[in-house]
């Protein structure tokens, strides 16, 4: 996985985004998604999807976690989960997640992405925000 990180705290951090995604509010897609953070200081903040009926003010999980964190003070990021039922693939952050949190990410430094799904915690893949997202606006 990452030299940084360690596998404890990753799957610490898998099964935060796992626990948060049981508190998803997701009556319209029924797409129920759990996110989970690890500042540089090792705390970690969670968040799970949450849906409005006119769909615009829905918030992903990644940024209710990450918001979180900052609203008590935290902006270094070194890792993120993200946890979802897909049967057929893997579910990564969306593309203003990724915008978002690229923008609490330092440039001499990459957010590892740990991605699950929640039939099979044990089977992580590990993403680096850079490949997701490599022409980031800032």
Known sequence: MTKNISNVQ???LIKKA????????SP?????????ILTSEGEIFSGC?????CFSPTICAERVA???????GYKDFIAC???A???NSLVYPCGVCRQVLAEFTDSSKDLDIFVAQSSSLDKITNVKLS????FAFN
Do not use: M, Q, W
Request: proline letters at 2%; zero cysteines; glycine letters at 2%.
């Open 28 to 36: 319209y897609s029924n797409f129920k998604v759990g996110s989970a």
């Open 66 to 72: 990450l918001t979180k964190a900052v609203s008590e």
């Open 131 to 134: 490949t997701l997202l490599p």
């Open 10 to 12: 990753i799957k610490n």
């Open 18 to 25: 796992s626990d948060a995604r049981n508190f998803s509010y």
């Open 49 to 53: 999807n949450v849906e409005n009926s």
């Open 85 to 87: 039922e897909n049967l």
């Open 81 to 83: 989960a993200v946890v």
